[in-house]
């Protein structure tokens, strides 16, 4: 049975949200370094990042797999705004940006009290059309995955982003390097992997959570859980309250107390993954070189 192989088993609660029988595919391999994965459900289709080749991926059931766009300008994680618009983090330019209907590019954010930023990451969107982004240094430590450059912000923060206004708030300064986020379903935690260990592995490898207030402002900020393989980078809830990680050795999933409940085994390092499909109950898992897909028992909570 596939959960011989690839499931770890740490509460009997994770049996409820696996489909035992279900095996893990490999839908593409060819990619430097996997990232950002992001489902269409009205185009029935799945894009993704592969950062280093300066590239985003398509995967449709019925295609396969074709290059969205070439130059990337190293974007790295994606999500889609209330009225179905792609909004990508580029590591390139150092901005958050929005494709439009027509396929033009508008920039939604790249300077912080008239600094550039360092080089956003991840982003998610919440129900009242406010963009959350991550902007660690990842994009400009080397040429690698952008350009290399000194930061301009002091800090490295997750920012909050009106774009009815173009108002951007820094809702949290105190990270070494926010990464992944992700909302609870009713939007009233808002998660936040710290991914600073990838280069010092001192420093966190954690997960925290932090109370939304008001719909627009952070408090009580505490460490939710620990990564024991790896670094947690992209992260997503389900509908229950649950929340998966991005991991070393595969996808962790976590209760809503932060305990973990069980792993799913990946060949390859995992950097991010997204429920989509017709049922958003197909785990999509970014991984390295590759992309992966997993049906599972439960549904995804981001919206759209």
């Known amino acids: 049975m596939a959960e011989a192989s690839i499931y770890e088993i740490h509460d009997p609660r994770f049996r409820q949200l696996i489909v035992t029988s279900a095996g893990l595919d490999e839908l593409y391999s060819g990619c430097r370094w996997a990232e950002g994965p992001v489902w269409f459900n009205d185009a029935n289709q799945l894009l993704w990042s592969d950062i280093p080749n300066q590239r985003m991926l398509r995967w449709t059931p019925e295609g ?28 390139g330019g150092r901005r958050v ?21 360092n080089s956003p990451n991840d982003v998610v969107v ?22 290399q ?38 939007e009233t935690i808002l998660y936040v992997a ?23 402002s952070l408090a009580n900020g505490r460490v939710f859980c620990l990564i024991d393989n790896g670094i947690p980078d992209g992260i997503r809830t389900d509908v229950q309250g649950n929340l998966w990680s991005s991991a070393g050795d595969g996808v ?40 992966y897909s997993l049906y599972v028992a439960t549904t995804g909570a981001q919206r759209p």
Not at 176 to 185: D, E, H, K, T, V
Not at 262 to 276: C, D, E, M, S
Request: charge should be negative; hydrophobic fraction near 30%.
């Open 64 to 91: 396969g797999v074709s290059i969205y766009r070439q130059p990337s300008n190293f974007t790295n994680g994606h999500t889609r705004d209330h009225q179905g618009r792609l909004v990508s983090c580029e590591h």
């Open 97 to 117: 940006t929005r494709t439009e209907i027509d396929g033009s590019i508008t920039v939604l954010a790249d300077r912080f009290e008239g600094a550039r930023l």
């Open 126 to 147: 919440k129900s009242d059309g406010t963009i959350w982004f991550t902007d660690p240094t990842y994009g400009i430590m080397s040429n690698y995955e952008g350009y």
């Open 149 to 186: 450059a000194e930061p301009e912000q002091a800090t490295r923060n997750v920012y909050r982003l009106d774009p009815a206004t173009g108002q951007l708030t820094a809702v949290i300064t105190d990270f070494i390097q926010p990464n992944g986020l992700a909302f609870s379903p009713d």
């Open 194 to 216: 710290d991914s600073s260990a990838s280069h010092d592995e001192s420093l966190p490898r954690h997960i925290r959570a932090f109370d939304v207030v008001d719909g627009s």
């Open 252 to 291: 962790h999933c976590f209760d809503p107390a932060g305990k973990l409940i069980g792993k799913i085994r990946v060949p390859q390092t995992v950097a991010n993954l997204t429920f989509g499909g017709p049922g958003r109950n197909r785990l999509f898992i970014a991984a390295t070189r590759s992309l």
